[in-house]
């Protein structure tokens, strides 16, 4: 379990800090353990507070796809401080962020750059609750989108559910603004508009799962995402801060050829700084401010610094043949995975879109929040730690995705092989 090192650290950061981090999930409660300080990182490796060294499957919770300190990265970033940290004030940078992001995304002709994937789909929500003058919004049971109160919550029994807080601190009477239906169940979505379609603003999803685990979407929902919405008047809005440029250059709905109202990106066009953006239909994005009555601010959006270090990221992704090597790699875990489990016998499900993953601690497959939720999670706390012994760094819930990157070299494969073997052999 954690080092020495780390658990004093961890003593004292829980002093000053709510559980000891910056974060919930970080904390290891979801896998039993407790966290392993991060010293620095290179490439695909995490180096602990101890030195110990570990191949590194979270990748920040997805921005890192290039690895860590990629030194293009690291020169964009110093060569930005050096002229100045922020301003408050319009820069170039911003302008080029937002045409590459049009570029790569055609569906946000027009964007706003925030600085969390958070502010991103708070953003791009009241957008939708002010172009449509609706007030509800769907999400789906087990689908996470950041912070805000009215996202903060869980679904009833039953298929089309009104929102009840998933948090302490959400009021009733917001968290009731909320509908919730099931992952991939577009019956459900059905039934959710024929009821209360025209008081629909938006829809949010992702377009490929990932903090239930990682769920592909099926094709039908895709249809009736789209169909429902444009039926009824209201917006889809794609929650792209995990998908975007991760598993396409052009995000999820390049792979699935999905045309959403509105797009939420964060993480990887950050390049480990903070940034998030949101954006869609002209005519949708020409009514926030100061154009238009839809309020939203930022003192960091758009920050030089963030700015440079994404802009950098996704120049790298354009080269030939990155999705190709991202998908190889994440082939080769995906069989990695398989081929231990199976000769331990322990059963397990991986799912995977390109470069991200999830080895769900169940025989069948993972279609919605009920089915990961159906997962041996003690045993995939045991296989945590197992792994992290044996020098691999693996999310620390059932209920995230794994994410590969182009620094993952031969090495780190092999490293990470001989850890599948002794951690399921451990089970
Ligand atoms: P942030 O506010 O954490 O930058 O982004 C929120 C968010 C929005 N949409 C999607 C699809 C997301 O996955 C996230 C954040 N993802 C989690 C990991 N599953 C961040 C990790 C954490 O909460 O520490």
Known sequence: MADPVSKELFNRAFKVIPGGVNSPVRAFRAVGGEPIFIREARGSVLVGADGSEYVDYVG???????????????????????????????????????????DAVPSMEMSRLVSSGTEATMGALRVARGYTGRDLVVKCIGGYHGGADYLLVKGGSGLATLGEPDSAGVPAAIAETTLLVPYNDGYALEKVFAERGNEIAAVIFEPVAGNMGCIPPDPIWLDALRTQTQNHGALLVCDEVMTGFRVAWGGAQALYDIRPDLTCLGKIIGGGLPVGAYGGRREIMEKVAPLGPVYQAGTLSGNPLAVAAGLATIELLLRPGVYEDLERKGDEVQALLEQHAQRAGVPITVQRVGSMLTAFFRAKPVRNWDEAADTDREAFGRWHAALLENGVYWPCSQFEAAFVSLAHDADSLSKTGRAFRAAFAGL
């Open 60 to 102: 920040s919770w997805g921005p890192m796809i290039l690895g860590h300190a990629h030194p293009e990265v690291v020169h964009a970033i110093q060569q930005a401080a050096t002229k100045g940290a922020s301003y408050g004030a319009p820069t170039e940078s911003e302008i080029i962020m937002a045409e590459r992001i049009r």
